[in-house]
T-cell receptor, first 113, second 113 residues
Framework: SQQGEEDPQALSIQEGENATMNCSYK?????LQWYRQNSGRGLVHLIL?????REKHSGRLRVTLDTSKKSSSLLITASRAADTASYFC?????????????FGEGTQLTVNP | DAGVIQSPRHEVTEMGQEVTLRCKPISGHDYLFWYRQTMMRGLELLIYFNNNVPIDDSGMPEDRFSAKMPNASFSTLKIQPSEPRDSAVYFCATKSAGNSPLHFGNGTRLTVT
C-alpha cells in the first residue's frame, strides 16, 4: 500500500488564506520531506523534518510531525496565487535508511487571486 | 549549477519502438533515481544508483525496462519495446548523500501510441 498519503486530494482557497495539507504514513521513518510540483515541472524540495522533531518553520511554511500518529501537516500561511501547485510528502523509512524516498499521491492546491 | 538535466523533454513514439531517456546529474551527487509519474499510480521509484552502481531495481516494471549509469555524469533509461501503458512522465532525481533532499529534473513526457 502507498506510504505517504495526502489529504485532501485537492484544496481551493482565496489569496491571503492559510492552506493546510496532511500526510499519513505507515512505517517508522528517519525523516519526512515535503515537495512542491508546478505544472509541467519537476518536484522541488521545500522542507525536511526529522523523526525527533515536532515542528519546523521555513518562511511561510510550517510543518508538524506526530510520529505516534504517523502523520504530518504542512501549513502555508498568507497564501499567494504563485503557491498554486501540487504538494507531496515523502518518507525516508528506517528500513531503507537514507537511500530512498517514497512519495504520497499529492494535494493539488489552487490559490485564487 | 544547471541542476539535473533530462532529455528529451517530450517523446512521442509508436508501440514497439525503442525509447531512450537521458539524465545528467548534478556534479558531486552520488545518488541517482529514476521515477515514473502517472495519474493512476502517482510517483513510482523505478531504480536507483549509488556511485554509478545499481542498488535497487525492484521497481522496474518488467524486462523491457533497463537503466545504466556508465559514469558519474550520465544515466539512461531504456524501454524496448515500448507499449502504450508506458506513457508517463519520467523523472530523474539526484542527491548528494544520506538525508539530503532530492533534486529533480523537469522530466521527460513519454507518449507511446
Amino acid at each position: 500500500s502507498q506510504q505517504g498519503e495526502e489529504d485532501p486530494q485537492a484544496l481551493s482557497i482565496q489569496e491571503g488564506e492559510n492552506a493546510t495539507m496532511n500526510c499519513s504514513y505507515k512505517t517508522s521513518i528517519n525523516n519526512l520531506q515535503w515537495y512542491r510540483q508546478n505544472s509541467g515541472r519537476g518536484l522541488v524540495h521545500l522542507i525536511l523534518i526529522r523523526s525527533n522533531e515536532r515542528e519546523k518553520h521555513s518562511g511561510r511554511l510550517r510543518v508538524t510531525l506526530d510520529t505516534s500518529k504517523k502523520s504530518s501537516s504542512l501549513l502555508i500561511t498568507a497564501s499567494r496565487a504563485a503557491d498554486t501547485a501540487s504538494y507531496f510528502c515523502a518518507t525516508d523509512a528506517v528500513e531503507t535508511s537514507g537511500s530512498r524516498l517514497t512519495f504520497g499521491e499529492g494535494t493539488q492546491l489552487t490559490v485564487n487571486p | 549549477d544547471a541542476g539535473v538535466i533530462q532529455s528529451p523533454r517530450h517523446e512521442v513514439t509508436e508501440m514497439g519502438q525503442e525509447v531512450t531517456l537521458r539524465c545528467k546529474p548534478i556534479s558531486g551527487h552520488d545518488y541517482l533515481f529514476w521515477y515514473r509519474q502517472t495519474m493512476m499510480r502517482g510517483l513510482e521509484l523505478l531504480i536507483y544508483f549509488n556511485n554509478n552502481v545499481p542498488i535497487d531495481d525492484s521497481g522496474m516494471p518488467e524486462d523491457r525496462f533497463s537503466a545504466k549509469m556508465p559514469n558519474a555524469s550520465f544515466s539512461t533509461l531504456k524501454i524496448q519495446p515500448s507499449e502504450p501503458r508506458d506513457s508517463a512522465v519520467y523523472f530523474c532525481a539526484t542527491k548528494s548523500a544520506g538525508n539530503s533532499p532530492l533534486h529533480f529534473g523537469n522530466g521527460t513526457r513519454l507518449t507511446v501510441t
